[in-house]
Structure formats: C-alpha cells, structure tokens
C-alpha cells in the first residue's frame, strides 16, 4: 500500500528549502524505521504525478546542436511538453515504476555533487535514439549540466488541475532530478510556505 501526503515543514528545523534539502536523508532514514515500512520518498509540490510543463526552457543536448524548445505559449515553437520532477532517491520504487538502465538517486547524488537525472524512456528515445542515453549531458535552459544515471520507466502524470497530461494517451518525457540538489541550490533561496511544502510517499506491507 502506498500512503501519500502533502505537508508544510516550513518552520524550525526546516524553515527554508536548503535546511530541507539537507535533512531530506534523516527524515527518509526515519520514516523507513517505522514497522512495515517497504520504501520512502519525497518531492515537491504537488500531490502525486502533479507536475508543471517546464514553460519556455530550452533543452540542450551536448555535443549537439538540437535544441528542443520547450515555448509551449506559441504552439509553433513547441516541440512537445517536457516534465520535471523534483524527487528524493527511492521514488521510483516507492511509487513502483522500474529502472530500465543505470540506477536511481543514492547518497552520493546529494547537495555539493555533480548534478544529475533520471530520465524517462520516452525521453531517452527521443533525444537520443539508437543509443545509449546513459551518461549523456544536457541542460535545461542556462541551469547546470546534467548526467544522465539512469532511465526509468514511462509514467503519465496528472496536471495540478487534475486532468490527465497529453492527448489521446500520449506519454511525454520526463525529467527526474535530485530533490536535495534543487532545494539547496536555488540562488535566491525560495521564500514562503510553498518552499517548504513536500510531498512524503511512505510504501507499507499492509
């Protein structure tokens, strides 16, 4: 059984999103201790599988010179919508999607390390097709460098309205990264409650 909830920790201990960030560890570690707890994750903001279309970014691919635009406000520049997911190591098993190749988030991926991501199948296909996707890098906009670790199965997330996204079933990329990484780099820190909302996922035998 997966056991979701959406809470504010917006004050004390966390009172901003780079405290988070760096207790992201020690809350999961104590959440897996309790009795018949199978996995634990985190993200941000939304309840599961809401995400935001990443808007204008650009998607660059290294060593290329393919770049997806991602200007979804003018329908003949867009591409196809690209969604990213902010998540702690342990989402993919929490909510039972599949490493395909390379492997998940752990320890080494956290604040002060390389950047990194997982991304989804679809993603890999598309921006690199015949090949393998694993240590490849790409940006989005003018953020840092991302390695590719590992590709995850496809999932077809719900918008924060609660529609399902895309038309007629499509399935569109996705873009996981390190939820400490995001927190702790964000220059300037995020302000308010929203900084600090998080999403817990906690998977039970029962």
């Known amino acids: 059984r997966l056991v979701v909830a959406e809470v504010r ?10 405290q988070l960030g760096a207790a992201i560890p020690t809350i999961r570690e104590r959440l897996a201790a ?4 199978l996995g634990t994750a985190m993200w941000q903001v939304q309840m599961p599988f809401a995400m935001v279309p990443m808007g204008e970014d650009v998607i660059q691919l290294a060593g ?3 770049h997806l635009s991602q200007d979804c406000g003018r329908p003949e520049r867009c591409e196809v919508p690209i969604w990213e997911f902010d998540v702690s190591a342990g989402f993919v098993k929490s909510v039972g999607l599949r ?4 492997r998940d988030f ?13 991304i989804s199948a679809t993603a890999a296909r598309k921006w690199w097709p015949n090949e393998s996707s694993l240590g490849r890098l790409f940006r989005v906009g003018d953020g840092p460098w991302l390695t590719v670790i590992g590709v995850a199965a496809d999932m077809q997330p719900i918008t924060a309205a ?14 996981f990264r390190p939820l400490a990484q995001v927190l702790v780099a ?13 999403t817990l996922a ?3 035998r029962t």
Do not use: K
């Open 162 to 175: 609660g529609m399902i996204a895309g038309r007629h079933g499509s399935i569109y990329p996705i873009i």
């Open 106 to 118: 752990g320890p080494s991926n956290g604040p002060g390390a390389e950047p990194v991501a997982l």
């Open 9 to 18: 920790l917006g004050t004390g201990a966390y009172g901003n999103p780079r």
């Open 186 to 198: 964000q220059a300037p820190p995020c302000t308010g409650a929203a900084c600090t909302t998080t």
């Open 34 to 37: 309790l009795p018949d707890v």
């Open 202 to 204: 906690v998977r039970t």
């Open 64 to 66: 290329s010179s393919r």
């Open 99 to 102: 490493i395909l190749s390379g």
